[in-house]
């Protein structure tokens, strides 16, 4: 599942001061997860009330690595656009009997920890709203991230 994504002004200020200044450094890992929020505004941050984390046995933010491996898709995406997706993570329950419920956004942070730390990079809608009730559902997540010139 792929969709269209929105930077927030703290993912972007991340970048610019990791590639530019060194203020920040590249992490090891960037983080890929679920939410049931349908959208974020562009100041939201990981300690946002907006921000609803999907909960459930098993779920846990998919790391994705800080290299080509993790970031295998450049690309052009019009003639001064450039893209870059993640590569695919597949999200599954370890139960049965606690659902992932709702699902209707994913999100790309620097942390593994749902306490509010971290940068909330940007964020995305799913294409739509997905529920995993078994341990045979699942779900193909990758995110695009887009810079449009203007």
Request: without cysteine; aromatic residues 8%.
């Given at each position: 599942?792929?969709?269209?994504?929105?930077?927030?002004?703290?993912?972007?200020?991340?970048?610019?001061?990791?590639?530019?200044?060194?203020?920040?450094?590249?992490?090891?890992?960037?983080?890929?997860?679920?939410?049931?929020?349908?959208?974020?505004?562009?100041?939201?941050?990981?300690a946002?009330?907006?921000?609803?984390?999907?909960?459930?046995a098993?779920?846990?933010?998919?790391?994705?690595?800080?290299?080509?491996v993790?970031?295998?898709?450049?690309?052009?995406?019009?003639?001064?656009?450039?893209?870059?997706?993640?590569?695919?993570?597949?999200?599954?329950?370890?139960?049965?009997?606690?659902?992932?419920?709702?699902?209707?956004?994913?999100?790309?942070?620097?942390?593994?920890?749902s306490?509010?730390?971290?940068?909330?990079?940007?964020?995305?809608?799913t294409?739509?709203?997905?529920?995993?009730?078994?341990?045979?559902?699942?779900?193909?997540?990758?995110?695009?991230?887009?810079?449009?010139?203007?």
């Amino acid at each position: 599942m792929s969709a269209s994504q929105w930077w927030t002004r703290e993912g972007r200020k991340f970048m610019l001061e990791t590639t530019f200044s060194e203020k920040q450094s590249t992490p090891a890992n960037f983080y890929l997860g679920l939410a049931t929020s349908t959208g974020l505004a562009e100041d939201a941050t990981m300690a946002s009330t907006a921000l609803v984390e999907v909960t459930g046995a098993g779920y846990a933010r998919k790391a994705i690595p800080s290299s080509t491996v993790g970031f295998p898709t450049p690309s052009t995406a019009g003639t001064k656009d450039y893209s870059l997706g993640t590569k695919g993570s597949t999200f599954r329950p370890t139960s049965s009997t606690a659902a992932w419920n709702n699902i209707k956004s994913m999100f790309l942070t620097n942390t593994t920890s749902s306490t509010g730390a971290g940068v909330l990079i940007g964020w995305a809608r799913t294409s739509a709203t997905r529920t995993l009730s078994s341990t045979s559902d699942s779900l193909q997540a990758t995110m695009t991230l887009q810079q449009n010139a203007t």
